[in-house]
């Protein structure tokens, strides 16, 4: 049995944690059974972004009329994009692997992590020990018990960015951000797209009104069900079946493809975590504290299987957290204040901060400033008339609550109220004060602090 003084399990932001521990001199194992790099890169946002950007391409090409201009589409060519954009993940990822297979510290091991014992774990034939261990394994697709859905050959969203084909129709089950970008994505394409969702409206975390918005624009271009039940999933032939019902109301959807798309499960269930005394909750999360440690000393977790955020840029928070509390005598807490993130849709959506809903629940004063694009001079240029920047201020303080923006490069102009909230005064007029550069998009958020 070989023991280190680090074992990281999960070489997604975990592998942050394992290169910079061994460089202060710890023994380090990584394990990793997949891929390297994590979801992200090789399922998630870096493939799915790649693709969106070709749908972005098309999108304006289709909008060229607006600004005088008589533009074609020829055609698409569907394998190649995913081809392309496979490859080259396939490539970082592999990059990744060979950089870390001939380093004697830290060391790769490929294979499933299994806890056997107290901070032992077996991978294939070898068995490893470590002081400290830090599980950082992720999640994966969940999948409803819908009648019928386990007999049929549906995708989640990690085959959806790699399919061979593009289908003529297809049905989503699931209204949340992953529906919503790989709708936006085949959409875009040409297939025909049913959405099936629950609730009232898609992407119901969102700020209420943003959500609202969001779906009023996308049943102008899909068929979107919203507050349908799924009763049962067949196939006849090669065509996918969905039945749904509203009430008394009932349909059946017919496609060529079906994506499942409901939520996530966390991996923690694959490691046999009983045998080293980790608790999970009843969603199957590692519950951690402040200083990310589970309830076992010298056992840290992060990232999806936790379930604090899903973003990337909240693991990667998190493992800089880690670092420093597996290095560092002192324990430092999570500072997840101004976590934002982003929907890379048809429109954008990008979020920081409370929700206008959240903070009637806890009934604090507020403010609101709303500003919409086409008021400003690039949001006219641009023709975007449904965007616009709402912000959410403290009535007492003028500290900012949240921001919340529809619409054009959302995920870029959310940055300067991210940088507002966390520097100076925290306050609204850190936006107000600051010269904007007429006539960029980035007026409309000072527009919008100037509504307060």
């Known amino acids: ?25 710890l023994k380090v194992a990584i394990i990793e059974k997949g891929e390297m790099g994590g979801t992200c890169l090789n399922r998630g946002c870096i493939p799915s972004k790649m693709l969106i950007h070709r ?61 056997i014992g107290f901070k032992t ?7 490893i020990k470590a002081e400290k261990v830090l599980i950082a394994v992720g999640a994966r697709p969940s999948i409803p018990d819908t009648k019928g859905l386990s007999k049929v050959n549906y995708i989640t969203s990690t085959e959806a960015l790699r399919l061979n084909k593009q289908p003529k129709v297809m049905t989503v089950l699931g209204g949340g951000y992953i529906a919503a970008e790989l709708a936006h994505f085949y959409g875009e394409l040409g297939t025909k797209i049913n959405i099936v969702q629950r609730s009232k409206i898609m992407l119901k975390r969102e700020d209420s009104e943003i959500a609202e918005k969001f779906t009023e624009l996308f049943k102008k271009k899909y068929d979107v069900y919203t507050e349908f039940d799924i009763e049962e999933v067949y196939k006849k032939n090669n065509d996918f079946y969905v039945r749904i019902k509203k009430g008394k109301l009932t349909k ?12 996530i499960t966390p991996n923690n269930d694959l490691l046999d975590l009983n045998k080293t005394e980790v608790k999970v909750n009843s969603f199957g999360y590692i519950p951690v504290n402040e200083f990310m440690e589970t309830n076992v000393k010298g056992i840290y977790a992060l990232g999806d299987c936790v379930g604090n955020f899903f973003f990337k840029h909240s693991a ?3 493992a800089e957290y880690v670092l420093r509390n597996v290095l560092d005598g002192n324990k430092h807490k999570v500072d997840y204040y101004a976590m934002p993130h982003a929907i890379f849709t048809d429109p954008q959506i990008a979020g920081v901060g409370y929700t206008e809903d959240e903070l009637n629940e806890k009934k604090i004063n507020y403010l609101v ?5 086409y ?6 240029a641009i023709e975007d008339k449904d965007g616009f920047v709402k912000l959410l201020v403290e009535k007492s303080t003028r500290k ?4 919340h923006i529809l619409g054009t490069d959302a995920s870029t102009l959310i940055h300067e109220v991210i940088v507002a909230m966390k520097t100076g005064d925290g306050t609204v007029d850190n936006l107000i004060n600051s010269v904007h550069i007429h006539p960029a998009l980035s007026e409309v958020v000072q527009r919008a602090a100037f509504e307060i």
């Open 369 to 373: 400033g709303k500003y919409n694009y």
């Open 121 to 127: 774990i077996k991978i294939d034939n070898e068995i």
């Open 375 to 380: 008021d400003t001079g690039m949001g006219m």
């Open 55 to 115: 749908a972005d391409i098309l999108k304006e090409i289709k909008r060229a009329k607006l600004f005088g201009i008589d533009a074609k589409i020829n055609s698409i060519d569907f394998k190649s994009m995913i081809k392309n954009v496979s490859k080259i993940i396939d490539g970082d990822s592999k990059n990744i692997e060979n950089s870390y297979k001939n380093l004697k510290n830290p060391v790769l091991y490929k294979g499933e992590a299994k806890f």
């Open 400 to 403: 900012i609550l949240g921001c």
């Open 1 to 25: 049995m070989k023991e280190f003084d680090l074992i990281v399990i999960g070489a997604g932001s975990g592998l942050d944690v394992a290169y910079n521990a061994s460089s202060k001199g």
């Open 316 to 318: 990667n928070l998190e």
């Open 252 to 263: 059946i959807l017919k496609s060529d493809q079906l994506l499942v798309v409901t939520g």
